[in-house]
C-alpha cells in the first residue's frame, strides 16, 4: 500500500502564488508517474498535471499551462505542484495520484487538500 498526503492548500487572492504538495509513503518501489487533479465546486474531478517519475516527461491541462509547474523530488517521493496568477477558476479541491504503473490508471490517491481563490 502506498499513502498519499497533500498540503499547502489554503485561501488565496487572485494572483497569488501557492506550492502544494504531495508526499508518498508506503510501499513506493513502484512509481511509473505522479500527476495532481483537482475538483472545482459542483464540478467533475479533471486533470492538471502530470510527471514520470523516473526521466521527468511532463504534461499539463491547457488551462493551467504556463502558470503551474509540476516537479518532484524523488530523494523524498514527493510531488509539487507550483501555482502561479491563480484565477477564480483554479477554486478546486486539488489531489494527487500516483500510477504504479501496474494498470493503465492511477492506483492510489491523496485526501485532497483545498485552494480557494478569492477576487
Known amino acids: 500500500q502506498v499513502q498519499l498526503v497533500e498540503s499547502g492548500g489554503g485561501l488565496v487572492q487572485a494572483g497569488d502564488s501557492l506550492r502544494l504538495s504531495c508526499a508518498a509513503s508506503?510501499?513506493?518501489?513502484?512509481?511509473?508517474?505522479m500527476g495532481w487533479f483537482r475538483q472545482p465546486p459542483g464540478k467533475e474531478r479533471e486533470f492538471v498535471a502530470t510527471?514520470?517519475?523516473?526521466?521527468?516527461?511532463?504534461y499539463y491541462a491547457d488551462s493551467v499551462k504556463g502558470r503551474f509547474t509540476i516537479s518532484r523530488d524523488n530523494a523524498k517521493n514527493t510531488v509539487y505542484l507550483h501555482m502561479n496568477s491563480l484565477k477564480l477558476e483554479d477554486t478546486a479541491v486539488y489531489y494527487c495520484a500516483l500510477d504504479t504503473g501496474r494498470t493503465a490508471q492511477y492506483d492510489y490517491w491523496g485526501q485532497g487538500t483545498q485552494v480557494t481563490v478569492s477576487s
Open positions: 510527471i514520470i517519475w523516473s526521466g521527468g516527461f511532463i
Open positions: 508506503g510501499r513506493t518501489s513502484s512509481m511509473y508517474r
